[in-house]
C-alpha cells in the first residue's frame, strides 16, 4: 500500500536569542525536531505522543506545510507541504488543541457552511458530510449553540468535524474517509 505521508531524517531547528547581560543577546539554536523518519499508509490510525517539547507541532506543522524542515523530506499525498500547502490542505484534515478552525461567535452550523465556502466543497456533499459527522460525533444538541458557549469536549468534537467535512483524502483515491481513519 503506498504511504500517505512519509518523513525521512526531518529536522527543524531554530535560532533564538537569548538574553546575556542587560542589553546584549546571544544566539542559541533550539534542536525541535532531530532526524524523525516514518510512513503511514492510506487508511492508518496512529497517534503522535511525546511530552512537551517534543516536537510533535512542530512536526505536524511541518506536515501540513506552515513550516518548512531544516533537513531531509516530507511528503503527504505525494506532495511537499511547503511546496504545495493549498493542495495538501484539500487532503488533510489537522485538529490543533491550542488553535480553532470554528468561528467564536458562530453557531457550530455555521462554522461548518463557511468552511464548505473556503474549501469549494459542493452543496450536496457538504450536506450528506454534516449528517455523517454530526451523527458519528453526536452534534445534533448544539448545532445551533455559538462555539463560545460549547464545552471543551463539544468544542474538540465539532474540530474533528470541522477537519473532515472537506473529505479529505489522498490524491489517487476518491473513496470517503471515516472519522476514525483520517
Not at 517539547?53 to 499525498?77: D, H
Not at 484539500?90 to 491550542?98: A, E, L, M, S
Not at 458562530?106 to 465556502?117: A, G, K, M, N, V
Not at 448544539?142 to 479529505?168: I, Y
Request: charged residues 25%; aromatic residues 6%; glycine residues 8%.
Amino acid at each position: 500500500m503506498p504511504e500517505l505521508i512519509e518523513l525521512d531524517q526531518v529536522s527543524k531547528s531554530f535560532v533564538v536569542r537569548v538574553r546575556a547581560g542587560r542589553l546584549r543577546r546571544t544566539k542559541r539554536v533550539v534542536h525541535a525536531v532531530d532526524e524523525v523518519s516514518f510512513a503511514i499508509t492510506k487508511g492508518s490510525m496512529v497517534g503522535y505522543i511525546g511530552p512537551n517539547g517534543a516536537g510533535k507541532s512542530t512536526t505536524v506543522k511541518m506536515l501540513i506545510g506552515i513550516l518548512t524542515p531544516s533537513s531531509g523530506s516530507v511528503r503527504v499525498a505525494g506532495l511537499d507541504p511547503s511546496r504545495a500547502r493549498t493542495d495538501v490542505a484539500r487532503h488533510i484534515g489537522v485538529v490543533f488543541g491550542q488553535r480553532t478552525q470554528l468561528w467564536w461567535d458562530l453557531p457550530l452550523r455555521d462554522s461548518f457552511d463557511l468552511l464548505r465556502h473556503v474549501y469549494g466543497v459542493p452543496v450536496d456533499r457538504h450536506a450528506d458530510n454534516v449528517a455523517r459527522y454530526v451523527d458519528v460525533l453526536d452534534l445534533g444538541a448544539f448545532l445551533d449553540t455559538p462555539v463560545r458557549q460549547l464545552s471543551l469536549g463539544q468544542r474538540m468534537r465539532g474540530e474533528l468535524a470541522a477537519a473532515l467535512l472537506h473529505d479529505p483524502r489522498s490524491c489517487s483515491s476518491t473513496s470517503r474517509p471515516s472519522a476514525s481513519t483520517s
